[in-house]
């Protein structure tokens, strides 16, 4: 029997392997966080409705992952970063969270991280000349 390896992108093609891996995930869960799977999406946007940042992440079992984090430019150093992070740690601990992880780039947002209360807890080191970061926060 022969197998290829298709470098095709198809939306039906990454739910599988997405749903896939989730059920076999369920399979090692505990029964009280098996179904707990939910895409958080909160998005900055000004008065004409144009998006000027968010946050694009999920719930996975008992943690919040936050995938991208985002503002634009043009609107950085006023705070929304910190809001954005605020509206999507309510969220986690309303939906019964104990952490949240993410990660950045060394020339990223390390330090504004740190500020908000995450903790490196890993890191890789030449990640395209860079030091690629692993952040937790605990709820």
């Not at 290829?4 to 896939?20: P, W």
């Not at 740690?89 to 969270?97: F, G």
Request: proline share 1%; hydrophobic share 35%.
């Amino acid at each position: 029997m022969d197998f290829f390896i298709s470098t095709e992108i198809k939306d039906t093609d990454k739910s599988y392997v997405r749903n896939k891996m989730i059920e076999f995930n369920l399979m090692h869960f505990p029964d009280h966080l098996k179904g707990r799977y939910e895409e958080i999406n909160l998005h900055l946007t000004d008065a004409d409705g144009r998006i000027l940042g968010g946050i694009v992440g999920e719930i996975c079992w008992n943690w919040m992952e936050i995938q991208y984090l985002f503002v634009d430019e043009s609107v950085r150093k006023f705070g929304y970063g910190k809001k954005l992070l605020e509206a999507v740690e309510k969220i986690a601990k309303e939906k019964a969270c104990d952490f949240i992880k993410l990660d950045t780039l060394s020339f990223q947002a390390l330090d504004f991280y740190k500020k908000q209360g995450f903790e490196v807890y890993g890191e890789i080191q030449n990640a395209g000349g860079y030091t690629h970061y692993y952040l937790k926060k605990n709820l």
